[in-house]
């Protein structure tokens, strides 16, 4: 079975709909920046500051290649994986990629309290999360399922999920 791949911006639930599907299907359930952590033994803020933007895209780079080769397991990218198209084409060569979206508020209102997104650190934090929106739109245009979060709990999420696989014959009649 095909691994179903979500990708989306930071904040727009990408993990914790992660889960829940993995639960909801039965499914193993892959994060790929807890896979990065672990292989480097730091928290991303950390890899960013001691090593760099460029250093922290490689070992992703590397990790989604081999996330890639799974089967049957749900996968929860960062939003930067975008930026390498390397990364999405790893990932759709064996995936369903469901890209999740979000209005620049609740963006802001999910990750505002946060201080786990070096990216997202600065003075304004709106207008950094707005900038670096318009800077990535275009990246994220290449998915087989695209869902606005913005006023979705996530259990809705993974609900309209299931029932486009369904409709695409990829659960076999199960969930
Ligand atoms: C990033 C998103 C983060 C994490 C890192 C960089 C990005 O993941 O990979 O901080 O460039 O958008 P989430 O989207 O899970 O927050």
Do not use: C, W
């Not at 309290?113 to 707005?130: H, N, Q, S, V």
Request: glycine share 8%; aromatic share 6%.
């Amino acid at each position: 079975m095909r691994n179903i791949v979500l990708i989306g911006f930071m904040g727009t639930g990408k993990t914790t709909t992660g889960k829940m599907l993995a639960n909801r299907l039965q499914r193993p359930f892959v994060d790929v920046d807890r896979k990065i952590e672990q292989q480097m033994g730091l928290e991303i803020p950390q890899i960013f500051s001691n090593h760099g933007e460029d250093f922290f895209r490689d070992v992703e780079a590397q990790i989604i290649a081999k996330i890639a080769r799974y089967t049957n397991t749900v996968i929860a990218t960062g939003g930067g994986a975008v930026l390498d198209p390397v990364n999405l084409r790893n990932l759709r060569m064996n995936g369903i990629v469901v890209l999740l979206t979000a209005s620049l508020a609740v963006i802001y209102e999910r990750t505002e309290r946060r201080r786990t997104r070096p990216l997202l650190e600065g003075e304004d934090k709106f207008k950094i999360i707005a900038d670096l929106l318009a800077q990535r739109q275009s990246l994220y245009n290449e998915y087989d399922l695209k869902i606005d979060t913005s006023s979705l709990p996530p259990a809705e999420v993974v609900e309209q999920i299931i029932i486009f696989l369904r409709q695409g014959g990829y659960l076999r009649g199960r969930s």
